[in-house]
């Protein structure tokens, strides 16, 4: 009888224990999902990960729905093949939805995401969906405001997160999702914060198994300065990595593109080409003489030289004034010569022909008149111009910065001519000096250290792990001994030793691409084939 008891009470324990379910542990991560522990990324089992990839353009800026023309599946071979592990992959929303229809997806963008998805799954590469172009306007360049001031389309775009989050919740192929490509808030960094933390939360009723990729705003319209947080908005969430871009220094990874409005930005590295962050304008060479007003031929204009005493002028910058001008001044062929504490010319600091505008930018304080390119010259058949302001104004070149040596004296000189300027005119040549507490440092490795090394402390103080989301060298870097090879790969390199994951943008587009050409897929005899190689290479790590 007891034995028959006994047995009884033991079925009844097996059947109690496999009905009992242990409470799940909410922060372990599924097996193949990734997951942020502190500053880095793990994968299921704790295994510390590196993304380390591409980005796939996507012809955002196209506006098309599905971009046909920008890869297919022989271009996730190729990723695979370069040792990449990531694709970071712009979404635009029209992708899912149209402003006539608006909170209705479409059925072609979830198949052409699932499409992407299997060929990633097929190659191992993780995708990071990035909502490159949301609803209210692309962000980059200032031109999305109706993100900000439109409370409908940030509605949308909260919308469409929740359900491709919930579409790709048991979808580990995904690394995570980006939730905004370069904010630009129109008022301030606590506007990004709201929206981000709105699609967070939106996010996180239905997914919680993702990583949140989340940028800086890269600025606030009309205000550069960064916050005490480098503009990376606090969203309270447990499973975020802090995404940033790099592209630094700017004259340099853009120079010679048209739409970016800059000339020759020198190579990498070069020690005689200084770069400077956190900067505001000091004091200039006021006592330089104007230029006579009516009308004048070309004439041999010469500054007054100045010596330099103030420790806080750090900076020397060239600058062309027109002030009240009038008519048209023309500027050509300037130089800045500097002397020694003895009075004695040392060497000439900037010799300029003037003949391009590239690096030279207008302003003037009521936005009257304007400055650029003239057609006609001292030396040759091209000048810089100002012409028609009724207030202080002036053409700057940052690109052409220098540091000043204190006790040492400097000289702007040049080439002038006037047309019709007014009796008030106050045109000239002058030097403008600015101002950073920060270290000014020279074109090399140490001078990227030094601007990436500002994330990484940030990173650490805020535990959270960093992605370099975009960095790339325009295609220009690549010729004429520019040196784009030795950026790319300092850039990797420190990446590496800071344990950042990064993106190298881009795969297929014309300016910054690995494959070049518009409109057709990937050709392998149209690339860049020293950077692949050089990508493929250094990934290997």
């Not at 034995?3 to 193949?32: H, Q, T, W």
């Not at 590196?50 to 023309?69: C, H, M, R, Y």
């Not at 592990?85 to 939805?97: A, D, Q, S």
């Not at 590239?358 to 001292?378: D, I, P, R, V």
Request: glycine residues 8%; aromatic residues 14%; charged residues 20%.
């Amino acid at each position: 009888m007891k034995l028959y008891i006994s047995l009884i009470l033991f079925v009844m324990f097996l059947a109690i224990a496999g009905c009992r379910k242990e409470k799940p542990d909410e922060n372990k991560a599924e097996p193949d999902f990734l997951k942020t522990s502190g500053t880095t990324i793990v994968d299921g089992s704790g295994q510390n990960v590196l993304l380390k990839g591409v980005a796939f353009g996507n012809e955002v800026w196209s506006d098309q729905e599905i971009p046909a023309t920008h890869h297919n599946e022989a271009d996730f071979a190729r990723v695979k093949a370069m040792n990449m592990n990531v694709i970071r992959f712009y979404l635009n929303y029209r992708t899912f939805e149209s402003d006539a229809n608006p909170f209705s997806y479409k059925q072609s963008g979830w198949d052409w995401i699932d499409k992407n998805i299997a060929w990633a799954r097929k190659y191992d590469i993780r995708l990071i969906l990035n909502m490159h172009a949301p609803q209210g306007g692309y962000q980059s360049q200032g031109t999305g405001d109706a993100l900000w001031t439109n409370m409908v389309n940030q509605d949308r775009l909260v919308a469409l997160w929740k359900a491709i989050a919930a579409r790709y919740a048991d979808e580990p192929q995904i690394a995570g999702l980006g939730i905004l490509n370069e904010p630009v808030p129109t008022a301030s960094v606590q506007q990004w914060q709201q929206l981000a933390q709105r699609i967070t939360d939106s996010i996180r009723k239905v997914n919680p198994k993702h990583i949140l990729f989340i940028e800086k705003a890269i600025y606030i319209k009309g205000n550069y300065a960064e916050d005490e947080n480098l503009n990376f908005p606090l969203v309270n969430d447990n499973n975020q990595v802090a995404e940033f871009h790099f592209y630094e220094p700017h004259s340099y990874t853009h120079q010679l593109f048209d739409w970016a409005g800059l000339g020759d930005g020198g190579a990498y590295p070069d020690t005689n080409i200084i770069t400077f962050t956190n900067h505001s304008w000091y004091s200039a060479t006021f006592s330089n003489p104007s230029f006579p007003s009516g009308n004048s031929p070309w004439i041999w204009y010469e500054g007054v030289r100045f010596r330099i005493s103030d420790p806080k002028m750090n900076i020397a910058i060239p600058a062309l004034v027109g002030a009240q001008v009038g008519g048209t001044v023309w500027f050509d062929d300037l130089v800045i010569k500097e002397y020694n504490q003895a009075g004695f010319f040392t060497r000439d600091v900037i010799s300029l022909s003037l003949d391009e505008p590239g690096g030279w930018y207008y302003w003037s304080s009521n936005g009257s008149g304007e400055g650029g390119l003239a057609w006609e010259g001292h030396s040759n058949g091209q000048s810089l111009f100002i012409s028609g302001a009724d207030s202080d104004c002036n053409l700057s070149n940052y690109t052409a910065a220098f540091i000043p040596k204190q006790g040492y004296s400097y000289q702007i000189s040049g080439w002038m001519k006037g047309e019709q300027l007014a009796e008030a005119s106050s045109c000239k040549m002058r030097i403008d000096f600015l101002s950073t507490p920060d270290p000014v440092l020279s074109r090399n490795q140490q001078m990227l250290a030094s601007r990436l090394g500002k994330y990484k402390e940030w990173s650490e103080t805020r535990q959270l792990p960093l992605f370099l989301g975009e960095f790339g060298a325009g295609m220009y870097c690549f010729i004429n001994n520019k040196g784009g090879l030795n950026w790319v790969g300092d850039v990797i390199d420190l990446a590496y030793l800071n344990n950042i994951s990064f993106c190298y943008h881009a795969y297929h587009e014309d300016s910054f691409g690995l494959y070049y050409g518009y409109g057709s897929l990937p050709d392998p005899n149209h690339k860049n084939r020293l950077l692949i190689e050089l990508l493929t290479n250094k990934l290997s790590n």
